[in-house]
């Protein structure tokens, strides 16, 4: 164990006084050496060559000995494992077991619909969409312990296992996409509304993602409500339980949001006034077609 | 002398468990100095328990001694219970050189000022002619080449060195310098800082038999102190007083031991605790309980 290790040390060697500390190492002459400045480096170096003109040959080349040999960017072969991985999405894994561990404590409420503002406020993500992070991810850890019915609102759910344990509890999930300015308003919705900016309009998912969106069987947004009611009965049926009563639901349970809506109860649109506590919404004609198109 | 009831009224603060034989004891025992006729009842040492916010997952709590300035004989009265979240962290000393630098510079201000050239005397004027004088040529008195002429990318005014540590930082300082006070047997906890005598060299004699090194950094509840040990104090070098909001990193690590009173360790271990959990930002942030 290393802090063990380090009081160990402690005991044996000499008191720690204001003389004793060590000096961190981007003080020490040897490496200010080693990393020179770089308004140092252009006040020492030469105002004329190929170095300050930008003129250098490319790597693997003497200029002088050439004779058809090809740079060394031509001769490496290309070995693209990691392409395409500027524009792929992430999501951030929650277990059914973090998600069931949470209404236990009392943290999040399952009598009201289960929000990605309402995780984010538990500070226990931290989702950032400058990163290609697009939200959460249902992970199917914990499926024989999860049993509350919630009304869960993720981005993207991976296994069967998940969706059938909520909902064999009674509960229902949606897949939902959010593009990054909408993600950024709905991670803190506080700092958010204090910064004075109407609520976006939310927008559609891009190609390589409407498939998955549209799919029921991912209970996507943007799918069929009959095929969903479909797949939930053949869920039940592959995994062997009974769909409780759609009557007994409460009404919260059937609240679903507009694909361009973000917030539970506020549109696309409207700017709220947190100091004053108000809401202004937009009258003229072409906003309002704007945000409700 | 030693008050005995008020020891049982600081303990009560941190709430005990098991304190039946300093209870069943108080009426018969009276302390006076140097007394070996009179010996404390208790054969034992105690442990007295303390309820520790925040228990930690890994580490058990710490024990330390609980000594008394009242009396030169070094009995200890019990043991005392350490949260380790405070008094167990790693030693990180680069931590503990960023907080001493930021003590120290935060209230520099250099006020050099080296006026440019545009607040200099007049610069019209050749000192002498361009020919003939045999001299090298000049064109004012007051070039950078010359004594007394302006400096080109001189200092400007006072300068400001002042900029706040971050506060998790001054935390982690804080919680490493105690670490380290600890585990190299530099710490020592009483139960009040009462002296019966005013006398300088009592506490001197003291110090010196338990071989409290030549600085002692006495730690308190709140700035009132008795007036014995201030007394004490002031007439010795090295022997400095203090209350818990002036706690810092740099008068930890500069007095060689350091004497906390049991009141002074709640208080510190409450503040300490509050501040490592918490996860608001500052704006968001409660008030702190109990300001001094």
């Keep these: 164990m290393p802090i063990e290790r380090g009081l160990q040390y402690l005991r044996q060697m000499q008191r720690v006084t204001l003389k004793n500390l060590p000096m961190p190492l981007e003080k020490t002459l040897k490496w200010q050496k080693a990393h020179p400045d770089e308004t140092k480096i252009k006040a020492i170096m030469s105002r004329k060559g190929p170095i300050s003109r930008n003129a250098l040959p490319p790597y693997g080349i003497d200029p002088i000995q050439a004779e058809g040999r090809l740079p060394w960017i031509l001769t490496v072969p290309k070995e693209p494992y990691y392409e395409g991985i500027e524009e792929a999405r992430q999501y951030l894994p929650i277990s059914l077991r973090t998600l069931q561990r949470l209404i236990d404590l009392r943290r999040i409420n399952p009598e009201k619909p289960i929000d990605l503002p309402v995780l984010c406020n538990t500070k226990l993500f931290s989702i950032q969409p400058d990163q290609r992070q697009f939200g959460l991810q249902l992970i199917d850890e914990g499926a024989d312990l999860f049993s509350t019915p919630i009304n869960l609102e993720i981005q993207w759910v991976a296994s069967e296992l998940a969706i059938a344990a909520i909902e064999r509890c009674g509960g229902v999930l949606t897949t939902r996409y959010f593009d990054p300015i909408s993600l950024s308003a709905l991670i803190d919705a506080k700092k958010f509304f204090e910064r004075g900016e109407p609520i976006p309009r939310c927008d559609t998912p891009p190609i390589n993602a409407v498939e998955y969106y549209t799919d029921p069987k991912q209970r996507g947004y943007l799918a069929n409500p009959d095929s969903i009611r479909e797949e939930r009965q053949r869920l039940a049926q592959k995994y062997g339980y009974k769909l409780p009563d759609p009557s007994k639901f409460s009404s919260l349970f059937r609240l679903k949001k507009d694909p361009r809506q973000i917030f539970y109860g506020l549109e696309p649109g409207w700017l709220v006034n947190l100091k004053d506590q108000t809401i202004l919404k937009p009258t003229d004609s072409k906003f309002q077609t704007f945000y409700h198109s | ?292």
């Design chain 2, 1 to 292: 002398m030693l008050r005995s009831l008020s020891l049982v009224k600081i303990l009560r603060n941190c709430s005990l468990q098991s304190i039946r034989y300093f209870e069943s004891s108080t009426q018969s025992s009276s302390f006076s100095p140097e007394s070996s006729a009179n010996p404390i009842p208790q054969q034992l040492p105690l442990i007295v328990s303390r309820q520790l916010e925040y228990p930690h997952t890994r580490y058990p709590p710490l024990q330390a001694w609980l000594e008394t300035l009242g009396q030169k004989r070094d009995d200890k009265l019990g043991i005392v219970d350490l949260h380790p979240s405070i008094w167990q962290t790693s030693p990180r000393l680069d931590i503990l050189y960023e907080n001493i630098e930021w003590q120290k510079t935060y209230k520099k201000i250099d006020w050099a000022y080296t006026p440019p050239h545009h607040e200099y005397p007049s610069m019209r004027g050749k000192p002498w002619p361009q020919k003939g004088t045999g001299r090298a040529r000049h064109k004012s008195k007051f070039d950078p080449q010359w004594k007394g002429g302006y400096k080109v990318h001189g200092p400007k005014g006072p300068t400001s060195f002042f900029y706040v540590l971050p506060k998790e930082k001054r935390v982690e300082g804080l919680c490493t310098a105690l670490t380290v006070k600890l585990h190299q047997n530099d710490v020592h906890f009483v139960d009040s800082l009462d002296l019966p005598t005013h006398q300088p060299t009592y506490l001197q004699e003291l110090a010196e038999d338990r071989f409290w090194g030549p600085s002692v950094l006495f730690v308190d509840d709140t700035d009132i102190m008795p007036h014995n040990i201030m007394f004490a104090s002031a007439k010795t070098e090295g022997f400095t007083l203090m209350p818990v909001y002036g706690l810092n990193v740099y008068s930890i690590l500069k007095h060689t031991t350091l004497v906390l009173t049991i009141r002074a360790l709640n208080k510190i271990e409450k503040k300490l605790l509050h501040a490592l959990h918490s996860c608001d930002n500052p704006k968001d942030q409660p008030a702190p309980p109990d300001e001094p």
